[in-house]
Nanobody
Framework: VQLQASGGGLVQAGGSLKLSCAASESVSAIEALGWYRRTPGKQRELVAAITKYGNTKYADFVKDRFTISTDNAKNTGYLQMNSLKPEDTGDYYC??????????????WGQGTQVTVSS
């Protein structure tokens, strides 16, 4: 199973984007999902995470601006990004712990989607 991240693009400061992270095949469950980003001059960092129980965690720099969610029926996770800032510019990656239909647990990274916020 693979993850396909999408939804990145160019947006003005203050705008919004919604990133998606879709599994390439049906899975039994998205047990946990994390969004990470690599911004210019920085190492990859955690942006937000969610468990299958709905527990969420956000980096301080995105609190009250970004919302992470999952839709198990669609085998897809999301990151709604509002009030975007130029410093949010970077490559965004999803990572998920998935439970396959064969009841195998796998950890998978998506390929990344680029977000550019202009000032």
């Amino acid at each position: 199973v693979q993850l396909q991240a999408s939804g990145g693009g160019l947006v003005q400061a203050g705008g919004s984007l919604k990133l998606s992270c879709a599994a390439s095949e049906s899975v039994s469950a998205i047990e946990a999902l994390g969004w990470y980003r690599r911004t210019p001059g920085k190492q990859r960092e955690l942006v937000a995470a969610i468990t299958k129980y709905g527990n969420t965690k956000y980096a301080d720099f995105v609190k009250d601006r970004f919302t992470i969610s999952t839709d198990n029926a669609k085998n897809t996770g999301y990151l709604q990004m509002n009030s975007l800032k130029p410093e949010d510019t970077g490559d965004y990656y999803c990572n998920a712990n998935l439970r396959t239909l064969s009841d195998v647990g796998v950890n998978v990274w998506g390929q990344g989607t680029q977000v550019t916020v202009s000032s």
